[in-house]
Nanobody
Framework: QVQLVESGGGLVQAGGSLRLSCAAS????????MAWFRQAPGKEREFVAA????????DYVDSVKGRFTISRDDAKNTVYLQMNSLRPEDTAVYYC?????????????WGQGTQVTVSS
């Protein structure tokens, strides 16, 4: 079992920045691929970014490339999502996920989500 707790969401103006954190506990964190997903009102949940358990590979949805950066600190059992140049269309509940297949993106463990609201 892996427990995930997200933090760092909030209200920010367009062009601003936020850093989301996801603290993990339970099964060996360092052996898990980690990812961020988001779900906007009325839309399906979508993949945002992922980082391999080895830390040497990352993946992003096209709409956030060059603006968002995913990273991990295995000593702190934490994964981060640095979000810069935020846009109103980034508004969503952001979820941390763990224990998934890199290519299938079918993650086993999920956090409760943190709200990100970007005002225009």
């Amino acid at each position: 079992q892996v427990q995930l707790v997200e933090s760092g969401g909030g209200l920010v103006q367009a062009g601003g920045s936020l850093r989301l954190s996801c603290a993990a506990s339970g099964r060996a964190f360092s052996r898990n691929n980690m990812a961020w997903f988001r779900q906007a009102p009325g839309k399906e949940r979508e993949f945002v970014a992922a980082i391999r358990w080895t830390g040497d590979n990352t993946d992003y949805v096209d709409s956030v490339k060059g603006r968002f950066t995913i990273s991990r600190d295995d000593a702190k059992n934490t994964v981060y999502l640095q979000m810069n140049s935020l846009r109103p269309e980034d508004t969503a509940v952001y979820y941390c996920a763990a224990g998934g297949s890199w290519y299938a993106r079918n993650y086993e463990y999920w956090g409760q989500g943190t709200q990100v609201t970007v005002s225009s």
